[in-house]
């Protein structure tokens, strides 16, 4: 038998029909080869393309289905997630899904022991009930602004702490002076330890100062004699340990992890904005999704 497909060059050439359940998920199908074409013969025999039964259960065999699911987060944000199957079953679970029927939910909503969220929020809307207000905390919990100010907040934080600490950087490396001081007390928390010295400046004052740049490796003691590198213009919070040295890793650090957080989540925020904002809305009717 010859091959039906007019404009191919050869037969069997699988086909692809794509279908959307909803707006949260899809449904890939990738079919068998056609029964009539030279390959379907090879792999169902010459017996199935005259057989509609048997090539029908052919297909049902083959088929491999995907299914996306979106993770919807507070913020935003979103998680997608992919399942796969095949055989049978699986296709005869999909086509029940896609198929319209008494009592069935087909592509956004209907009635299969429940409504669809949105068909929820229309019909809540038409029924004239009273929504609740915005300034309620349900809601702008809910609003993608809540995220983006948070995002900014955070984001802001990083940058302005690494420069900062590129500033006191620069400053100490042109402008500092050195002095020597004498450990008075040593106070060992971890990451913030620090070590209270006290110093005498150029123009002759004494310096009770916090250094949290101090080298531990020996460990300090009351009464060790230090050298160290202060600032003239702010000696007191702007000194370092002369033998630990300087640098800009810290402040470039702070300043890369901000600008990342900013754009990586600003984007994600950007392409779920609508989503959000639209569940911000529903919950004020009471068919919210989050």
């Keep these: 038998m010859k091959c039906r497909t007019a404009g191919r060059r050869r037969c069997g050439v699988r086909s692809v029909r794509r279908s959307r359940t909803d707006d949260r998920g899809g449904v890939v ?3 068998a080869p056609p029964a009539h074409s030279s390959a379907g013969q090879r792999r169902f025999g010459r017996r199935w393309s005259r057989d509609p039964a048997r090539t029908a259960a052919a297909r049902r065999g083959n088929t491999l ?16 997630a992919v399942s796969r199957c095949s055989g049978p079953r699986c ?3 999909t086509a029940r899904e896609l198929t319209p029927g008494p009592g069935r939910v087909v592509a956004r909503g209907g ?12 019909r809540g809307r038409r029924n004239g009930s009273t929504p609740r207000r915005r300034w309620l905390p349900g809601y702008w919990l809910r609003h993608p602004m809540t995220g983006f100010v948070v995002l900014v907040a955070v984001a802001a934080m990083f940058v302005l702490s ?15 002076a050195q002095a020597q001081a004498t450990v008075r007390e040593v106070h060992r928390l971890g990451r913030d330890s620090y070590v209270l010295v006290v110093f005498g400046t150029a123009d002759g004052r004494d310096v009770v100062a916090a250094v949290t740049d101090y080298r531990w490796d ?7 004699v230090t050298p160290v590198r202060y600032d003239p213009a702010d000696p007191r919070h702007n000194v370092r340990d002369e033998r630990a040295g300087g640098g800009y890793l810290d402040a470039v650090f702070d300043i ?27 919950w004020r009717t009471g068919h919210h999704f989050a």
């Design 218 to 224: 020996p460990e300090p003691q009351v009464g060790d």
């Design 91 to 93: 296709f005869d679970e």
């Design 29 to 31: 199908r990738m079919m």
């Design 256 to 282: 890369v992890l901000g600008s990342v957080l900013g754009v990586g989540g600003g984007g994600l925020l950007w392409r779920s904005w609508s989503t959000w904002r639209e569940n911000a809305e529903d």
């Design 111 to 122: 009635q299969d022991g429940g409504v669809g969220w949105r068909d929820r929020r229309r």
């Design 65 to 80: 289905h995907r299914r996306y699911s979106f993770l919807y987060l507070p913020g935003g944000f979103a998680v997608v």
């Design 162 to 176: 690494g420069a900062q600490s590129a500033y006191r950087t620069y400053r100490l490396d042109k402008y500092g």
